[in-house]
């Protein structure tokens, strides 16, 4: 049982950046507790003009969105996890994206061999898949920083379809 860590891949440049995500989706209610709150958001989000804008299955950052294809895999795979939908339009073209607001249930399961940095921050993350539940989807709980964890048989459904922007790293176990 291997797990790894998701990511948004930055060598897309171009990927799509959703304005104003930050100042509705506060990190605190990026856990499952909060479903009924975020179910009514309103989450409708201008994207930053650029020259080009490249619809990347997975964005990461400032809150984890993946794309409608994306979404329709992994609610297979890992059907207690939270979607919550939101569009993002770009107004100079005249385009609107479909996006789905991940959130994975949060588990403990870093393992005594972690290591944090002396202000709390994780370095290295070591799972200890005994504590993991056999999740395929989860977000890490115990740490600081929003870490998303997919199962190997996840991981590999998604690579052997044509998704962009995603990159996993191996955890350490």
Sequence with gaps: ?????????????NAV??????????PELLSTDHAQELAATNLHFTVAEA??????????QPAPF????????????????????????DLTRRHQEVYWL???LRIDCLSVKSDFAPDGSLQRL???????????????????????????ALAEALLRRDYNGIRLIRADS
């Design 102 to 104: 991940i959130v994975p």
């Design 17 to 26: 950046k959703p304005l104003g995500v930050s100042e509705v989706v506060k």
């Design 126 to 152: 070591v799972v200890d898949r005994a504590h993991t539940g056999g999740k395929m989807l989860l977000q890490v709980g115990g740490v600081r920083e929003r870490i998303l964890l997919m199962h190997l």
């Design 66 to 89: 993946v794309s409608d294809r994306l979404k329709r895999i992994v609610e297979k795979f890992a059907p207690d996890t939270l979607f919550v939908p939101g569009a993002f339009t």
């Design 1 to 13: 049982m291997s797990y790894f860590i998701l990511s948004q891949d930055h060598r897309f440049v």
């Design 51 to 60: 020259g080009q804008i490249d619809y990347v299955d997975y964005i990461e």
